[in-house]
Every structure is written in structure tokens, then in C-alpha cells.
């Protein structure tokens, strides 16, 4: 028998309002939140790629939430690869990055492991053949990483301007917003 959270998850439809009322669900019912990570991060299962439309909400308001969460989450980033599924990923994984560098009220802490599983990943997703705002979200969270680890700006230069030619607009426009700072 499926639980409520997978008969929600079920029902849904990728509308953002439908999507809003599952994630306040969630922030009004922290006890279905360890179902919800489960779920993102088991790629076979059929409503996975909704989960994560969830989780990247719920990030917006409670991305603490994530922290006793994270070795499991960033272990595991290798294994999504629904298209689906990465883009509220990919800007899950930017909302932490940019939270463990400010340490602000979140207060996220990420492992060094944790970093360079995030690294590597990011790195896939830029190269491989996914879709525009998965590498858009890379490409910023990339930028960030590389002000604390040297080698990654040169590399990022690299990749961006090689692919730069043969992408859209609007990866275009993340791509000289990001070389512009690195310059």
C-alpha cells in the first residue's frame, strides 16, 4: 500500500502551484521529509523525479533540513540522471554550496567529501549532455567552489568557453556572467 506522500507525489502534476501545496505539506509535516529524501534519491522509482520538484521547495524555506542528510544526498547525486530530476538537484545542490560559503542563518556544513562529490558531479552534469538549467545551476555553483579551490576556475573557463558556441541563449548569457567574474 503506498503512503500519503506517494499518492500525493502520485496525483501530482507539474504545475508550480500543485508542486507549492505538496512542498507545504511537507514543511507543515517534517515527518514525511525523510520519505521525500528516500524517494529523490531512488532513480528506478517512478515518482522520483516529482519528489525532487518538492525538495528543491521545501529547500527554499528549510534547507537545514537537509543537513543530518547531506553525506547520503551528495553519495548519491551520481545516480540521478533523469533530466527531471537534475534541474531542482543541480539548484538544491547550489542552495547548499551557497549556504555552507556564507554561513548564514542556515548554517549548512558540508563535509570535504561532501565538496568534492559536488565537484565531481557538477562537472558531469556541465559536460555531459543534460539540459540547459542543469548546467546553468552547475556552472554558478561551480563558480563559487572555484573561489575556495584553485584549480576549478581555470577548468571551468575551459569547459564554458569550448561549449559556449553550441548552446542556447540562455546558457550563453549564465556563461558570461560567470567568466566575467572569474576574469
Known amino acids: 500500500m503506498a503512503s500519503e506522500l506517494q499518492s500525493k507525489l502520485e496525483h501530482l502534476k507539474a504545475y508550480r502551484e500543485d508542486r507549492l501545496i505538496i512542498a507545504q505539506y511537507i514543511l507543515d509535516n517534517k515527518n514525511y521529509f525523510d520519505e521525500l529524501i528516500s524517494i529523490c534519491f531512488s532513480p528506478s522509482g517512478k515518482n522520483n523525479h516529482k519528489a525532487c520538484w518538492i525538495l528543491e521547495f521545501v529547500s527554499y524555506k528549510e534547507l537545514i533540513w537537509l543537513q543530518p542528510y547531506l553525506d547520503f544526498i551528495c553519495e548519491n547525486l551520481k545516480h540521478l540522471t533523469d533530466e527531471s530530476s537534475l534541474r531542482p538537484i543541480a539548484k538544491v545542490v547550489q542552495l547548499l554550496v551557497n549556504a555552507h560559503y556564507k554561513k548564514d542563518k542556515n548554517n549548512i556544513i558540508l563535509s570535504e567529501e561532501n565538496l568534492q562529490n559536488i565537484i565531481e558531479t557538477s562537472f558531469d552534469w556541465l559536460i555531459n549532455d543534460t539540459k540547459v538549467a542543469t548546467k546553468a545551476y552547475s556552472i554558478r555553483t561551480l563558480y563559487v567552489l572555484g573561489k575556495h579551490y584553485n584549480w576549478i576556475h581555470p ?15 540562455a546558457y550563453k548569457a549564465v556563461a558570461r556572467e560567470v567568466l566575467k567574474k572569474i576574469k
Open 155 to 169: 577548468e571551468l573557463q575551459i569547459i564554458v568557453g569550448k561549449d559556449y558556441a553550441n548552446h542556447s541563449a
